[in-house]
């Protein structure tokens, strides 16, 4: 139980010694769900919940019926959970939104990969840029398989009329963790650059996101 292990060495008492930064997923979750249960310590519980997702950044996609199932959770500690999952998810959003500058293929992935690469679906999102390269606007515009028949590039460049762009990068997530190219990718990259060539906005890249990975098509020389 949490009372035999020395208190230096208890979460929120090394928290206060070292800082957050010090701590481990499980011990900072152990902070917030404060209590274990009668059979197992909090941090015995913390564990258990980790496990059940797997990796931490599957706690993002967790609903309160999934929390709620795990032995020792109730419905007091899954919403203490959720609402310090969504507020860390918006603080990751504030500081993306601040004109985030494109100048390189591990620019777009460092502003990315925080979202998609625990996606469970793939997901195309396109992003709108000014003159500068700068971020204006981040839209999902599919949901699902890539297709070249259903990822049509006017959902894309509707858009980018719409808010101005000067130019477009689209990314998709591999939900396998593995960043490879298909040759679906392939062919749906070459038809918006055919079409934004011929709108006279540039697609300057399409990255494919894998599990803290990518691969830059256009490193890669496909277009």
């Excluded at 500058?101 to 777009?108: V, Y």
């Excluded at 918006?192 to 300057?204: D, M, S, T």
């Amino acid at each position: 139980m949490i009372r035999d292990v020395n208190m230096e060495d208890r979460p929120r008492e090394r928290l206060l010694r070292q800082g957050a930064e010090s701590l481990s997923n499980q011990e900072l979750l152990a902070i917030l769900l404060r209590t274990g249960t009668k059979e197992e310590s909090v941090l015995v519980l913390a564990n258990r919940v980790l496990n059940v997702f797997e990796r931490l950044h599957h706690l993002k996609h967790a609903t309160i019926e999934e929390m709620i199932a795990i032995k020792g959770i109730g419905e007091v500690k899954a919403i203490q959970l959720l609402a310090a999952i969504e507020l860390g998810r918006r603080l990751a959003q504030k500081n993306n939104d601040e004109k985030f500058t494109i100048r390189s293929p591990e620019d777009a992935a460092t502003y990315l990969m925080p979202d998609m690469s625990s996606l469970n679906q793939e997901h195309f999102v396109a992003l709108f840029l000014n003159i500068k390269n700068q971020v204006i606007h981040k839209q999902t515009i599919f949901i699902g398989s890539l297709n070249a028949s259903i990822v049509h590039p006017r959902e894309i460049f509707r858009e980018a009329v719409k808010r101005s762009a000067a130019s477009i990068l689209c990314a998709h997530n591999h939900p396998s963790g593995v960043p490879t190219p298909s040759t679906e990718d392939i062919e749906v990259t070459k038809r918006i650059i055919e079409a934004g060539y011929i709108i006279g906005i540039e697609v300057i890249d399409h990255l494919i996101i894998g599990d803290h990975q990518f691969v830059s098509l256009k490193e890669k020389g496909y277009f």
